[in-house]
């Protein structure tokens, strides 16, 4: 459900404050959040009582209809049947509705130019198909991988299989753009996920022990791994985080504990892989 950052203060949600206090604003919110759940915000039969139960509104019944249906500043508008529809639902929530739409239907899309399950608007399902009908008539069809796919692309980039669903599932829990894209943690679409899930296994490795720290296998591995724990070291030695200054002597700093202990487990490694290089 789409809820504008302005809503707090908007004139009408002063006025229905103002009017029957902010029970009614917080009851509004049930009102929105009940439709979402039923997967309905038309056809709505409602009368003072009844909406006042769904909103959790202890207040003046008939006080709380009138501002809710208050054609100046309406929640709720009269539908021919006698129903009711909430104002606006559907000019803010298209693709939400859209999606309730879609799982109607059931299943993802496969990827289609048929323009008969196309529309002007944006188009999405559960697994994030977007599909919009460009000025010349054609469709562009846009949808995020499966974790199956993505995994298939992982092997070709060389990046860990574990790694590749971590990131998967990272990037299904934060959300899909407008565009149909995964939405980075930037706040911005990902629109080439195989160069992005590339650079974040990247950083994840990195921040993995190192190899080195395991019984190497040979002289190439020992060296290997020498450069990799030298420069985990001059890392240290860079991050301010490790150091502290000393009680007896404020001016001058030492490791920290933590920092102290890895900073000799790496360089008893180092000199345990400095003699497999010599021998």
Known sequence: MKIEPTFPDHWKTRRLHKACGPEAVLGLLRLWGQCQTRKQY????????????IM???????????????????????EPEGTYAIHGYEKHNKQLIHLWEAGKRGGRPNTTTDKSIHTDDTYRNGLHMVSKC???????????????????????????EDVAEMIWHDNEGRGIAPSGHWIGYNGQPIYNWQSNMKARAAAIERKRPSKALTKPKGVWEAKQGLDALKAKLERMKADPRNRRQKAETPWETEWTPTAKAEVARIREKISELEGVVAA
């Open 134 to 160: 460009e000025p010349n008539g054609s469709s562009t069809v846009v949808t995020t991988p499966t974790l199956e796919e993505f995994k298939a692309a992982a092997v070709m980039l060389m990046v860990p």
């Open 56 to 78: 959790a509104y202890e207040g003046d019944h008939d006080a709380l209809w009138q501002a809710m249906t208050d054609p100046d500043a309406a929640w709720l508008d009269p």
């Open 42 to 53: 038309t056809g709505l039969t409602l009368n003072p009582i009844k909406l006042a139960g």
